[in-house]
């Protein structure tokens, strides 16, 4: 059966040429040469990059043009930007045209498409590709970037099943592990797996950062505090952006955590090594289970 | 001069063979073939790995046949033992022999040692080399684990001036760059850039591994989750004591990370992009800036 073979989509628009965006459309020409990629975004910079990165065939200036004859918008901007987005994109979608996004939150983007996209909405498929790659911009996207990694997908009751088979199989040619997950379990999950974190790790080096004698306590810090910090590297817009779109899972998250601090700090003043060895045992096994699962 | 390049010591006795010990006298090794080093470690195992290394060239049962020549004792037991060895150590002592550790907290063991080691105590050396190894154990130990890493001494108003100047050199020849500190500055700077992290690391882990559903989350932890949790992997006795030994700057520590919190939760709460915003984009900067010093 050739048609077996044949592309879910025949011309994508991509909105948005950062890592995530630049790579998906890298893996999509690995997997269907034959797919017209033509992608818009704001940076004329990223416009040329897309291009000479072979992200697309070709770069327009106005989301107009790109989704014109679009049977695919990949909407790859940050979580702040969508609800706009969705709206500039209502009246230019084709009958038939199939949305899906790449944020990191999903509740809020899902509320956002249902406002804004009028009766595209049954069309629109929350996505969530995981990758942990720390670097952004089309000149860092990698067409392996989602290779053997999950991508989450968090369909609604309004969501139409042929719109959802036909991202699931993109995804699925382009190397990921499809999974389907109730939205607000998705955000619970990952506020607390990666949302809380980031959130953890800007806070302690923007504590020692205010400090008068900042320099000297950054000049003793070593490989534990690199690795603890290295996520207080990540943009910041996009942070601000997941932290507010995801706010009441993140504030949940983050009370239960300052609740297990508050048990810790009883401990501390007590000088209880007894509560303090069995936390970390717990703690340091789960973590070490954790990473034999992965390897 | 010949004499400039003759060992500050001739006899050393290891008390420990972990990482940090075994790596040290390895260093030594390097440094100077001739210096004789005697191991004694409770574990039958470690001394074995100890002589295959090449750590030691004589492993002892008994902290006594360890001791008995010994111009310089090091310690390199977990600081929650180190009150007790000094105790044990004090009637082994020659009237030259000058003892030093590398425990990761320093006023109490200053303090343990005033108590326990008489008038031994004023050639006791205070020391803590920085290294970010995660390993432990004398099959771990390398003779360049040192190499470029800062050494801190914390010496006190009677630490004598040439036990001081004879580890310092011995370091230093080591190929660690050697820092003087107060050791109430030491204590502070630590438990906020390498104590604390380890306790947020450990609480995030821990946390997480009480819920019914832990494996739900963490099956979709990626990236980010592996680098700020790499430290919950940590040894949780070595942590206990260093908690223990360090509480008074680490509850200062935890105190002024749980008032940042708060202050995110409120922005958090409040919607408060421009407040997250500004609070990320400063954490982002600082880390930045570090990571650039380190290259």
């Known amino acids: 059966m050739p048609e077996m073979h044949s592309p879910p989509f025949s011309d994508v628009a991509l909105i948005g040429a950062g890592l995530i965006g630049g790579s998906w459309a890298l893996a999509i020409r690995v997997a269907y040469p034959q ?22 065939d070709v770069a327009y200036e106005t989301l107009e043009d790109a ?9 790859a901007v940050p979580v702040g930007a969508l609800s706009p987005t969705f709206l500039k994109l209502r009246p230019l979608l084709g009958p038939q045209t199939v949305v899906t996004d ?12 249902r406002v804004n996209l009028g009766e595209a909405y049954s069309r629109f498929v929350p996505g969530h590709p995981i990758s942990g790659a720390e670097k952004s911009g ?6 392996d970037l989602f290779q053997g990694k999950r991508t989450v997908l968090t369909p609604v009751k309004e969501t139409n099943h042929e719109a959802l088979s036909k991202v699931s199989l993109l ?23 990666s949302h809380l974190p980031h959130l953890l790790s800007y ?38 952006d997941i932290s507010l779109a995801n706010s009441a899972a993140l504030l949940k998250e983050l009370d239960a955590y300052s609740l297990k601090l508050q048990e810790l700090r009883v401990a501390l003043a007590k000088q209880d090594g007894a509560a303090l060895l069995d936390m970390f045992e717990r703690a340091q096994k789960a973590r070490t289970d954790w990473a034999n699962r992965l390897n």
Chains 1, 2 share one sequence.
């Open 67 to 75: 989704v014109r004859e679009a049977d695919l918008v990949i909407l």
């Open 35 to 56: 797919v017209r990629i033509r992608v818009f975004d704001q940076n004329a910079q990223h416009r040329l990059d897309a291009i000479a990165r072979g992200i697309a």
């Open 138 to 143: 089309p000149t860092a996207a990698r067409g």
């Open 102 to 113: 790449v944020g990191s939150t999903k509740q809020g983007v899902i509320e956002a498409a």
């Open 203 to 240: 806070a302690l080096v923007g504590e020692l950062a205010t400090r008068a004698n900042a320099d000297l306590f950054f000049s003793y810090a070593a490989g534990g505090f690199r690795d603890f910090t290295r996520i207080a590297g990540s943009h910041p817009t996009m942070w601000r």
């Open 171 to 193: 995804w699925e040619k382009c190397g990921a592990e499809v999974h389907i997950l109730n939205a607000a379990l998705h955000d619970e999950v990952f506020a607390a797996v």
